[in-house]
């Protein structure tokens, strides 16, 4: 079982920035999976939007890139989204999980809003 616990989310203006972390529970995380970040915004699907492989290859949504940058820290068995030049339509809840086939559970994820 792989826990994952999202933190950094927080109110933040059009154009701030914000850097998300997701903490697992399994140092050999980034060897067994693709790592991605999902949003899931209100009325809306849950969404990939960022994932890394074992081999650092990093993939994004249109809808982000250029804007978010996704990384890891091996010996801190934690993945990070950094988000910059943040929109209104980038307020959602944040999650991390397996990509792109999420394992069975999610955590608690983390809120994001962009607002003035």
């Known amino acids: 079982q792989v826990q994952l616990v999202e933190s950094g989310g927080g109110l933040v203006p059009p154009g701030g920035s914000l850097r998300l972390s997701c903490a697992t529970s399994?140092?050999?995380?980034?060897?067994?999976?693709?790592m991605g970040w999902y949003r899931q915004a209100p009325g809306k699907q849950r969404e990939l939007v960022a994932r890394?492989?074992?081999?650092?290859?990093?993939t994004y949504a249109d809808s982000v890139k250029g804007r978010f940058t996704i990384s890891s820290d091996h010996a801190r068995s934690t993945v990070y989204l950094q988000m910059n030049s943040l929109k209104p339509e980038d307020t959602a809840v944040y999650y991390c999980?397996?990509?792109?086939?999420?394992?069975?559970?999610w955590g608690q994820g983390t809120q994001v809003t962009v607002s003035s």
């Open positions: 399994r140092s050999s995380i980034f060897r067994d999976y693709t």
């Open positions: 999980n397996s990509a792109p086939s999420p394992l069975g559970s």
């Open positions: 890394i492989t074992s081999s650092s290859i990093t």
